[in-house]
């Protein structure tokens, strides 16, 4: 099993919409929990961290279950600009920064 | 955000030579960096982290002594690629992290590299 599982889409939706992105963790002692944005042939790019008690940023709202060792992304009113890979990224508690595979999105006119 | 320089951003060698990649953390210390490779449409796989003064630990299927870390200092980390091969044309990314009560990662800008 992987240790940072994504669904990898594509996601292919129309603008304005809603879009939700889950990444489920194998490992439940992991201690942070980030979104990272890659746009194509680039370096990935922090979008945002991901708190225990959910975080808001703008369109953009993370939310982490311990629980159930996932994580979410939602993004509202979905611009053209957010096309893009999401990746799903997890410090476990030996430092290491695991990837998942990344969901791709395409947000279309 | 904290800057980090990879160089070079693209690089073509020959089959059975060595290509050295450079990461540099130009505005703090990084005690811990990590290199990633990346196949097209692929995600970034690990391939190892390394603490500053010391031997990087590989992930597993990784092999240490064609993939060289070095991370002499705290601003500097280095990949060499020995005895290239053309299956290891990727994309190379380094990340550097400041210290362990700093959780983000800032990455380089990648290098590509072709092995012909």
């Known amino acids: 099993r992987k240790e940072v599982e994504q669904d990898p889409g594509p996601f292919n939706v129309p603008e304005g919409a809603t879009v939700a992105f889950n990444c489920t963790y194998s490992n439940s002692a992991s201690q942070s929990f980030f979104w990272y944005r890659q746009d194509c042939r680039k370096e990935p790019k922090l979008l945002m961290s991901?708190?225990?008690s959910g975080n808001e940023d703008g369109r953009f709202t993370a939310q982490l279950n311990r629980a159930s060792q996932y994580i979410s992304l939602l993004i509202r009113d979905s611009k053209l600009s957010d096309s893009a890979t999401y990746l799903c990224v997890v410090r476990s508690s030996a430092s290491k920064i695991i990837f998942g595979s990344g969901t791709r999105l395409s947000i279309r006119p | 955000g904290a800057v980090v320089s990879q160089h070079p951003s693209r690089v073509i060698c020959k089959s059975g030579t060595s290509v050295k990649i450079e990461c540099r953390s130009l505005d703090f210390q990084a005690t811990t960096m990590f290199w990633y490779r990346q196949f097209p449409k692929q995600s970034l796989m690990l391939m190892a982290t390394s603490n500053e003064g010391s031997k990087a630990t590989y992930e597993q299927g990784v092999e240490k002594d064609k993939f060289l870390i070095n991370h002499a200092s705290l601003t500097l980390s280095t990949l060499t690629v020995t005895s290239a091969h053309p299956e290891d044309s990727s994309f190379y990314i380094c990340s550097a992290r400041a210290s362990s009560g700093h959780t983000e990662a800032f990455f380089g800008q990648g290098t590509r590299l072709t092995v012909v």
């Open positions: 991901v708190y225990s």
